[in-house]
Every structure is written in structure tokens, then in C-alpha cells.
């Protein structure tokens, strides 16, 4: 009789054994949990780069393209170039929003993250933009609601460089 009432009571599991599982379950699921977590805030912030990078590389390809066919370069605070499709202008409005416009039509946004847009002009006998052989461009861009990331590049005028070259 007592050998029977032992294996009745062995069947089953004890309290402290079910707390120390459950315990156990807990800890794991958290580790879960937070690996979860962090592997979303990881790609949030990879996409966060990738479109930071995309509007980069939009913004100085059209740049680069524009001033390098431009005749005449007009540096204010907007950058204003005169090349084969007529005036094309660049300018930051003010809700960051950096916009390329082409003659009359319809302004187009680049990006909606650039903090500050500036440009000037490089030229042999001093800042005079007609006769720039290159432009100087900062762009800064909004990377996190603290940080800013700040490009500087030059891009030559081809047709000015062409033209002091070889006259004419």
C-alpha cells in the first residue's frame, strides 16, 4: 500500500518544480522578445540609411549633370543654372524640402530631409558665377531627430572649362 500511494504522488509535478519551469519559460521568451526588438529597430535604421542614401545620390547625379551642362551659374540662396533646357533652379523651401524646377514647370521634391542647401562659385578670378569653372555644394541632411550628416562636393562647369581652355 505505501509503494502504491508513492507512485500516486510521483505522477504529477511539484509546485516549486512547476515555478521553476514556468520561470525558466519566462526568461526565454523575454531573450526572444528583446532579440526581436532589436533585429526591427536594426532594420528600421537600415532603411532610414538606404533612403538618406537614395535622395543623396538622386540629389548630387541631377546636380552634377545640371551644373556640368550649364552656361551660366547663378549662386544665391537658391543655385540657379542656364544650360540647354533653358534655367533650372535649385532650392530648400522652408519645411526642408530640397525641389529642382526646370524652366516654368512644375517643381519636383528631391528630398524632404535636407536641413540646409548652399552653393558657390569657384571661378579662376575670384566668385564671379559666369565665368565659374566649378560650383561648391553643402548639403545637410537630417539622419535622426538629433543628428545631421553634412556632404561637401565640387562639380566642374564643363562648358566654362571648355571655353577658357580653348577660347571661344
Known amino acids: 500500500m ?8 510521483q505522477l504529477g ?7 521553476i519551469a514556468l520561470t525558466i519559460g519566462i526568461v526565454v521568451l523575454g531573450g526572444g522578445i528583446q532579440i526581436f526588438i532589436s533585429g526591427q529597430q536594426a532594420y528600421n535604421e537600415a532603411q532610414r540609411f538606404n533612403r538618406l542614401q537614395s535622395d543623396l545620390s538622386l540629389v548630387t547625379d541631377l546636380l552634377a549633370t545640371d551644373i556640368r551642362a550649364g552656361n551660366i551659374v547663378g549662386s544665391a540662396p537658391t543655385l540657379v ?14 519645411n526642408n524640402t530640397l525641389v529642382r524646377q526646370v524652366g516654368l514647370g512644375t517643381a ?3 528630398s524632404e530631409d535636407i536641413v ?3 552653393s558657390s562659385c569657384i571661378s579662376v578670378g575670384g566668385t564671379d558665377c559666369p565665368t565659374a569653372i566649378g560650383v ?9 531627430a538629433t543628428d545631421n550628416i553634412t556632404v561637401n562636393f565640387r ?14
Open 108 to 110: 519636383e521634391v528631391l
Open 155 to 168: 562639380i566642374g562647369v564643363r562648358n566654362n572649362i571648355l571655353i577658357r581652355k580653348f577660347g571661344s
Open 13 to 19: 509535478v511539484t509546485l516549486v518544480e512547476l515555478l
Open 116 to 118: 540646409a542647401f548652399s
Open 136 to 144: 561648391n555644394v553643402q548639403l545637410t541632411m537630417r539622419a535622426t
Open 81 to 94: 543654372l542656364i544650360g540647354p533646357d533653358g534655367t533650372t533652379e535649385y532650392r530648400l523651401d522652408p
Open 2 to 9: 505505501k509503494q502504491t500511494m508513492r507512485n500516486r504522488h
